[in-house]
């Protein structure tokens, strides 16, 4: 936050550096062009003005004796001012003295041939000048409130509630997960926040989950260890006596040994007991069905490993299908698809993977298939089981858990999967039920 602070008046600072630097612009380039227009008439007038007097001179030459009257009201009529837009009146001086520079309006003097010329004229650039820095200022103005305004806003709204969340996974890493994280009014980070939030509630139903599983082993070891104590020692007792001779008739010794049989199958009955516990499904998976469209499943998974397939180079074929409504938990089903993807694009030689789809007897069968399967037949029929990895895993990394949980899934949804090796490709279908 206080990064962002800096660069906030760092932006405020440069918006406000603008104004005068702009004004100065504006009045710099005004006052390269004031006054052009003006001097441009009088220009052509004094020009004029100069042929004017030569004609006069030829026409006097010609025209010997004429009285000269040429006075103010000759001279208006030799100067045609309609075609000048800023030069509005030209007095020729004729010995009025003081007078002749005297008056409202702005004007210049210009000698033509000996003779002083007045020329009157007006302009509106000084007003148009204010009237244009106003606007740029205004417009300055407004542009630096918004600036402001936009930056309190994502301070205020955005990352002030981010910040608040910061310290969230790291509160989830040390396994504080009793205090839920609060929405703010504007609901910029709706979705980040329900996820944060159910992956919080999911961690601790797992951790209560996990305390009661440690609970219930060790409840389960204490028992076992105290019920096979009590036959071990009937066992030991009596194959003490057997070893020293205390019992000498063959009847006695019989009894004797069906008692250790009896024992020694109790003992088998708890050690069966305890293969049967491990042997439970040791992962709870949460199922809510429903109903969802088959075009909605495969449409998420073809979005994601198209391009991830096409950046490792592996051509990735959807065969077509028509569309159909499936039972089952959707986001369970795209969990089942993408663990048969991954193992595709694990174990797999990374040329062909390809996804079709088929109809058999109201279910929809969608089979993944790669290209490189270098597990054997025999191998098949342990891929599903929970730990477990075939002879090609190599250096590959795993749990042995993926197709385990595909298994699971798929029968809590009332399907199933299976898989088989042909002509070098590996085949995995999802067997969905149709509604």
Known sequence: MKRFDRVCILILLGVLLMFPAVNLFVMSGTEKESGRPYRVEISRLVRQIEENGRNNEIGEENDVGRADSAGESDYSKEIDLSGYTSVTAVIKENGEGAAFYEGNSDYEIREIDGIRYRFEYETKESGDRRQQ??????????????????????????????????????????????VPLKESKNRF?????????????????????????????????????HDIKTPLSAIKLSAKALSKGLYSETEKQTEIAESINAKADEIEGFVSEIIRASSEDFLSFEVHMGEFYLSELLG???????????????????????????????????????????????????RIISMDTSEEDGCILIRVRNTGCLLSENELPYIFESFWRGSNVGSRKGSGLGLYICRSLMRKMGGEVFAEAKNGEMVVTAVFQEV
């Open 300 to 350: 998420e998974i073809t979005k994601y490993y198209r391009e991830k397939l096409a950046l490792i180079q592996t051509e990735f074929m959807v065969g077509t299908y028509s569309d159909c409504l499936l039972k089952g938990d959707k986001d369970r089903a795209v969990e089942v698809l993408q663990n048969l993807m991954e193992n595709a694009i694990k174990y797999g030689d990374g």
């Open 189 to 225: 980070f709706g979705r980040f926040v329900w996820g944060v939030n159910l992956l919080r509630e999911n961690m601790e139903q797992q951790k209560e989950r996990e305390l009661a599983l440690q609970k219930e082993k060790k409840t389960l070891l204490l028992s076992l260890s």
């Open 133 to 178: 820095l106003f606007l740029i200022n205004a417009i300055l103005g407004i542009t630096t409130v918004l600036v402001f305004l936009v930056l309190f806003y994502v301070r205020q709204n955005v990352l002030l509630p981010f910040a608040a969340m910061e310290r969230i996974p790291y509160e989830l890493s040390r396994g504080n997960l009793t």
